[in-house]
């Protein structure tokens, strides 16, 4: 580090510095270079704070980033938990029709031909419709699976994702008990339409 010094009336010793006189110029200043001290630790508090601000910038910028992913993820879990309560709601309705139609099989001993045939259709449509659910039932926990593997450092959302599984649980032992109604069903309407022929 240069520092310089510039005085008309002493150099750095103390004493008057030279003059000169050249038709009848001032006094001419004289510029003394001093070479200044500087402490080689004095750097050093201020260079390891700027490393710790930086670190704590990209921590900082590592947390966000975090949040957001976290966020995302749980907008993901709340569409999810809509579409599985749809389905729920879906697979009671099937279930009521399908007791309804059981009730309905019950009820009749003797029944044509082309009303056998129309509660075969009825069975196989609903049946359908029964597959479907439960297709879209292991899609929705396959997709809940990837978000619990995403989720699975961040222990806030384990609550969440246990009432998901709760919740799958339960949805999956109605298809089960709806399957069983599903067979009751067809045994009734096989038993039925043995009886109906001559």
């Not at 008057?16 to 402490?39: C, E, L, Q, S, W």
């Not at 309560?85 to 029944?111: C, P």
Request: with cysteine.
């Amino acid at each position: 580090m240069i520092l310089l010094l510039e005085s008309p009336a002493a150099n750095c010793f103390g004493a008057a510095p030279p003059t000169t006189r050249d038709n009848g110029n001032d006094i001419m200043d004289k510029t003394v270079k001093i070479r200044a001290y500087t402490d080689p630790a004095s750097g050093q508090p201020a260079s390891r704070q700027k490393e710790q601000d930086i670190e704590l910038a990209a921590r900082d910028a590592q947390l966000a980033d975090e949040r957001n992913k976290s966020l995302e993820q749980l907008k993901t879990i709340v569409q999810l938990r809509e579409a599985l309560k749809q389905e729920q709601g879906r697979t009671a309705e099937l279930s009521k029709r399908v007791n309804e139609l059981e009730s309905g099989l019950q009820q009749v001993s003797a029944s044509s031909a082309n009303e056998l045939a129309r509660k075969d259709a009825l069975i196989e449509s609903e049946m359908k419709k029964a597959v479907d659910a439960e297709s879209k039932c292991k899609e929705l926990q396959a997709q809940l699976k990837q978000e619990q593997a995403k989720l699975a450092n961040m222990p806030d959302q384990t609550r969440m994702l246990e009432a998901k599984d709760k919740e799958l649980a339960d949805l999956k032992t109605r298809l089960q008990d709806m399957g069983g109604v599903l067979n009751k069903i067809i045994s009734i309407a096989e038993a039925a339409r043995l009886v109906s022929k001559p």
